[in-house]
């Protein structure tokens, strides 16, 4: 198990940036995808993002492609969403997550989750 911490969330104008941070704990975490989900309130938790161990490969939701970038550094522990061109639609509770294992799924197998960082686009 791996314990997580966002930080970085806030309010922020349409078209803005905003950048979050993960920090995790645990001795094994480049052995780890790590991954950013998403939940606006009324729906249900979607998919952002995720990096392999290495960072060496990534893959977006068709809905934030070209707008977010996943980046990951093992020595710090941390995992990073640089968030650009944010539209309202954007606004949600991001939450940092991790999972260890080979998924078919970019979206699947995460069982370590960080408490969630509110991020709010104003239009």
């Known amino acids: 198990q791996v314990q997580l911490v966002e930080s970085g969330g806030g309010l922020v104008q349409a078209g803005g940036s905003l950048r979050l941070s993960c920090a995790a704990s645990?001795?094994?975490?480049?052995?780890?995808?790590m991954g950013w989900f998403r939940q606006a309130p009324g729906k249900d938790r979607e998919f952002v993002a995720v990096i392999s161990p290495s960072g060496g490969n990534t893959y977006y939701a068709d809905s934030v492609k070209g707008r977010f970038t996943i980046s990951r550094d093992n020595a710090k522990k941390s995992v990073s969403l640089q968030m650009s061109s944010l539209k309202p639609e954007d606004t949600a509770v991001y939450y940092c997550a991790a999972r260890a294992g080979i998924w078919s799924k970019p979206s699947l197998g995460f069982g370590s989750w960080g408490q969630g960082t509110q991020v709010t686009v104003s239009s």
């Open positions: 645990g001795r094994t975490f480049s052995s780890y995808d």
